[in-house]
């Protein structure tokens, strides 16, 4: 029982797991923050282009 224990409290294979999920919810919310801002500025784009044809 305590061996069990011990191998459990030594097995990192979990912790980088968790580590390639954080970073891949870092990268969704930068990518989130970019195109929010891009979509804003083609909305402006295309409504000044339409405003003037």
Known sequence: MLRS??????????VTL??????????AVALAAILGTVGDNLNTLFTTVSTKV
């Open 18 to 27: 968790i580590e390639y999920g954080l970073i891949a919810a870092l990268i």
């Open 5 to 14: 224990i011990r191998n459990l409290l030594k097995d990192d294979t979990g």
